[in-house]
């Protein structure tokens, strides 16, 4: 079946640093989606990407959906303490009814 | 304030008892979820509900059964649960996931311990 990794698992960084987390499918996907997680909170929607190479700003967040459809990447500017969670990245092949969870970074971050 | 709210937050429960979640949701969607996260794993979905219908079982043992009366409202009753079944059980909605590229709208999730 498909599978979504993410690397790497866990990152710790001081605040101001950048961080990125990269997101890797076993297929080609329809759509990715990114999710975040505060410690003791629940998946919160932050963005979705459709186009090959599609790259979408938040603010200090960068997202990128690579060329073949298949990778994504999270790049967190300057990080700041309330990015401190869990980054979940979502595939979706579009033949199916769901999604497809990776398995997360933790980031932590400390004055 | 997601408009998916879930009961209870916290649940403690021995193997032999018999204990329902709920999941409810004010947005208007007509998909449900249930998903299971255990720690230092992804989330694994364990069942979909599209218009009252199950559309998806991820191979759950049967002491995990679904009930979805309406579009609204969504439950997962227990029973004779192990202890490696001790998780956060999430609950999430979208609008029709047939579409493709639907957004999931989580609840608070159910802490479940097994004891």
């Known amino acids: 079946g498909q599978q979504v990794m993410q690397i790497p698992q866990y990152q710790h960084v001081q605040e101001g640093e950048d961080f990125t987390t990269y997101c890797n499918s076993s297929?080609?996907?329809?759509?990715i989606q990114w999710y975040k997680q505060r410690p003791g909170g629940h998946p919160v929607f932050l963005i979705q990407?459709?186009?090959?190479?599609e790259v979408k700003k938040q603010k200090r967040l960068t997202f990128q959906f690579g060329e073949a459809k298949k990778n994504s990447s999270l790049h967190i500017t300057a990080t700041q303490t309330t990015d401190v969670g869990t980054y979940f990245c979502?595939?979706?092949?579009?033949?199916?009814?769901?999604?497809?969870f990776g398995t997360g970074t933790r980031l932590q971050v400390t004055l | 304030e997601t408009g998916v709210t879930q009961t209870p937050r916290h649940l403690v429960m021995g193997m032999t008892n018999k204990k329902s979640l709920k999941c409810e949701q004010h947005?208007?969607?007509?998909?449900m979820y249930w998903y299971k996260q255990s720690a230092k794993k992804p989330l694994e979905l364990m069942f979909v509900?599209?218009?009252?219908?199950?559309?998806e079982n991820n191979s759950v043992p049967s002491r995990f059964s679904p009930e979805c009366p309406n579009s609204s409202h969504l439950f997962l009753h227990l029973h004779t649960l192990q202890p490696e079944d001790s998780a956060l059980y999430l609950c999430?909605?979208?609008?029709?996931?047939?579409?493709?590229?639907?957004?999931?709208?989580f609840g608070p999730g159910t802490r479940l311990l097994v004891l």
């Open positions: 999430a909605s979208s609008q029709d996931p047939r579409a493709g590229g639907e957004t999931q709208y």
């Open positions: 297929t080609t996907l329809s759509n």
């Open positions: 990407l459709v186009k090959s190479g």
């Open positions: 979502a595939g979706d092949t579009g033949t199916a009814s769901k999604l497809t």
């Open positions: 947005l208007g969607h007509n998909a």
């Open positions: 509900y599209n218009f009252k219908e199950q559309t």
